[in-house]
Structures are given as C-alpha cells and as structure tokens.
C-alpha cells in the first residue's frame, strides 16, 4: 500500500489512479491538483497543477485514446481540462457555463468521444463535447429544483438493451454508437432528495428526463451507474440519510426496482459510491470515514464484502 503524507496543505476531496494504475491525481481545498507517479509502494510527485479559484471538489482521467487528459471541477463553477505533453501539463480548455460550485464531473464512455458531464449547485446539469478541432459543444439543462450533486453515464451496452431489446443486440459493434446520439443515458441526483435518468433528444439537441427516481429522505450525494451490463442495470445512490439504495432494471421491464443496500441505516452520512470495472462489487465511504465493500449473493440480497483498512 503507497501512503502519501502532507501532500496538500488543506482537505483532500478526491484522489484517483489513472487508466493503468500508475499515476494518482489528488485534489483539495487548498486549490491546487497534485499528479504523482505511484510504482509499487513509492511515489514521486510529478506537477502541481494551479488554475481554480476555490477548492477543487473532484478529478477525472479521460480515456487513454484521447492522450493523457484530467478533467477538474470547483467550488469556483468551473471546469478544467489539463493535458499532458512530453512531461509538462498545461491548461488546454475552460467550462465555465454554470453560476455555482460544480460538484461532480464524469467522462462519458470513450465510444461517444470525449464527452464530460459536470453536475452544479446551480441545479444544472451539463455535458460538454470536446471536438478534434480544439472546439467545444455543450448543452445545459435543468436537472434539479436545487442543487445538483453528482452524475454519471449508462454503459453502452445499457443503451443497445434498451433500445433495441433484441437477443442479439449485445453483439451490436459498439463503433455504430458514435453517429447515434438517441441511446446516450445518464443519471443524476441532487437536493432535491430525487435521483434522475435522462435520455439524449436529438430532435431538440439536450437531454431530457426519463425516470424519476424517489426513495431517500435527504439530499442524494452520489449517483454511479454500474458500468457493467449482466442480466439487469444496476445504479448505487448514497445520501444524506444515512442510506444507499441500489436501483435495479432488466431489458423487459419499464421501471426501476428499488432496493435497500442495508435494513439498518450506515452509521453516518453516505457520501460516495463506487462500482468495480466488472461491476460485481460496490464500495461505499461515509462520514465515519471508513469505505465498506458489498456484493449481491445469489438469492439478490447485499451482503458485506469486507472494508478497506486505511
């Protein structure tokens, strides 16, 4: 285990490997993006990176195919995209279209391009195109009466079930998603106490919502989609109150089925919560500071999977 001491001079809010484990970008309260190289259990600290002008709440590596890019939001409602060429970082691009803190960024899946959605607490959602040109497109929408905390994408292989609900629509070559902005999928959740689906418009170019998700009694913190697609989707929310509700959909069904991850509340505020690559696995980290893993058993229920010893 690789433990980085006194690596910000504030609150440390995310911290993130990159696509192949071999580089940590963290961010704090103290303004800055710290990139480290991690190798076994050692660490350099390559660049600190200096652009916001409030705490940055939390950092998202795109894919590899599109080079070595971090996304950064902040409490100053902007976005930052960084790159890094021969060594040396540099700010390659500014999303500033939101008129509060943004709070949660989530790259799309590398199929559609290198598409962001940013989630604010001006209640707004965004999702902005990074095109090859240099050039930017984004559309901004309504999510939440108040505050929008956190976001992210349906797996493409959610968007072929629910579109096509054919035996063979898992066999569908992903590339064909590119030109076909109808099946792009994302959810959010906010203060609102909601968590909602939206669904890609093309005759009106913005997302429009498809499911309203009610179950918790207090601000919603997080929202993953699992990025994995098995017999059904899954979606984790944690809140406020103390709860983490996984939401369940197979390809035949019209709704969302609701499910408590535990009978007894957590002992303190849910804060995130975060799927495994093959999506069999949730951990879940609160305000008691500790990050606990579940898994479903084969009779559907969650059971404890262990927890993360710091």
């Known amino acids: 285990m690789v433990t980085i001491g006194n690596a910000h001079d504030d609150l440390i809010h995310d911290a993130v490997l990159d696509y192949y ?13 710290k ?22 709440w939390q950092v998202s590596w795109a894919h590899p195919k599109f080079g070595v890019i971090l996304a950064s939001c902040s409490y100053d409602g902007k976005v930052i995209i960084w ?32 598409v962001l959605l940013c989630t604010s607490s001006d209640g707004k959602a965004s999702v902005v195109e990074f095109l090859n040109d240099g050039s930017t497109k ?10 929008a905390n956190a976001g992210s994408w349906a ?22 998603l590119q030109n076909n902005e109808q099946i792009r999928r994302l959810v959010t959740c906010g203060c609102d ?8 418009d093309p005759s009106i170019q913005n997302y429009v919502e498809e499911h309203v998700l009610a179950g918790h009694t207090d601000w919603v913190r997080d929202a993953e989609w699992s990025p994995s697609v098995l017999s059904k989707s899954y979606i984790a929310t944690a809140s406020q109150d103390r709860t983490v509700i996984i939401w369940t959909k197979d390809e035949n069904s019209d709704g969302w089925k609701k499910t408590l991850l535990t009978d007894e509340k957590f002992p303190d505020v849910c804060w995130r919560a975060s799927w495994s ?7 879940i980290s609160g305000g008691d500071n500790k990050v606990t893993l579940w898994k479903e058993n084969l009779d559907g229920k969650w059971e404890s999977a262990g927890e993360v010893d710091q």
């Open 21 to 33: 484990g071999k580089r940590l970008a963290t961010c704090s309260s103290d303004k800055t993006i």
């Open 35 to 56: 990139i480290f190289e991690v190798d076994g259990e050692t660490h350099k600290l390559l660049d600190t990176l200096r652009g916001h002008d409030g705490p940055v």
């Open 155 to 176: 797996p493409t292989s959610f968007s072929l079930l629910s579109n096509t609900k054919s035996e063979n629509s898992t066999n569908t070559d992903p590339t064909q």
């Open 83 to 114: 790159k890094e060429e021969n060594g040396i970082w540099s700010n390659i691009a500014e999303h500033a279209v939101h008129q509060a803190s943004v709070n949660s960024i989530s790259w799309a899946p590398h199929e559609y391009g290198a």
């Open 138 to 147: 984004s559309v901004v929408f309504q999510a939440h009466a108040i505050g």
């Open 277 to 283: 690559l093959s999506g069999n696995v949730l951990a």
């Open 193 to 200: 106490n909601l968590v909602k689906i939206w669904k890609y």
